[in-house]
């Protein structure tokens, strides 16, 4: 069962500008998983936050978990057209599997 | 190089044709799963194996099977294709169930 959902659904920025989407989530996680899809290929892990952390990055990536809000947010900085790629949250509540939301879709223009 | 492969990459067949799309990971992980990816609706879970001989129905089973009989393969068997199981396959795989996620390049199935 879904349990992630992203916010916005669709968004769309120029190169150089930053991109934040956001993911809500239901019950109490483990931990949150953020992936990146380029157009119908196989999902990339980018990042994963536990429960117990707040805030974490990678590169340009800056990923926040709010567990008392039960939301997490993917910040991109200074996006590139390379960036325009579907953005997935991913929640472990079970221990077992995860749980992948319907994506964020975002557009990079030069 | 770390990877996980799928075969076929494209598929069209028709309705009652039994297929078999397969997976293969050379990274010793545990953990198999596949999901199905549809436009409106995300990754959904179909079936998943926590290892050799282990596996185990995910949110959306209905239609299909698998096997896990060696660590590396999972192959995912349609029996009976219909309509409603066009779609796009993903096989993953991890070190256990929710870990980084390595994803196959994808099967893209179209059931006439």
């Known amino acids: 069962s879904q349990q992630g959902e992203e916010d916005p659904q669709a968004l769309s920025i120029q190169e150089g500008e930053n991109a934040t989407m956001n993911c809500s989530y239901k019950?109490?996680?483990?931990?949150l998983q953020w992936y990146r899809q380029n157009s119908g290929r196989g999902l990339v892990h980018l990042i994963l936050?536990?429960?117990?952390?707040r805030e974490k990055h990678s590169g340009r990536l800056r990923v926040t978990l709010d567990t008392s809000k039960k939301s997490s947010s993917l910040l991109i900085t200074a996006s590139r057209a390379a960036d325009t790629a579907s953005y997935f949250c991913?929640?472990?509540?079970?221990?077992?599997?995860?749980?992948f939301g319907k994506g964020t879709s975002l557009l990079v223009t030069p | 190089e770390a990877q996980v492969t799928q075969n076929p990459r494209y598929l069209i067949t028709v309705t009652g044709k039994k297929l078999t799309v397969t997976c293969s990971q050379n990274?010793?992980?545990?953990?198999m799963s596949w999901y199905r990816q549809d436009p409106g609706l995300g990754l959904r879970q179909i079936y998943y194996s926590m290892n050799v001989e282990v596996t185990d129905k995910g949110d959306v089973p209905e239609g299909y099977k698998v096997s896990r009989k060696e660590k590396r393969n999972f192959p995912l068997i349609l029996e009976s294709p219909s309509p409603n199981q066009t779609s796009l396959y993903f096989c993953?795989?991890?070190?256990?169930?929710?870990?980084?996620?390595?994803f196959g390049p994808g099967t893209r199935l179209t059931v006439l």
């Open positions: 936050i536990r429960s117990n952390e």
């Open positions: 019950t109490s996680i483990n931990n």
């Open positions: 993953a795989s991890s070190l256990y169930g929710t870990a980084t996620q390595y």
């Open positions: 991913a929640t472990d509540a079970s221990g077992y599997a995860l749980n």
């Open positions: 990274m010793n992980h545990e953990y």
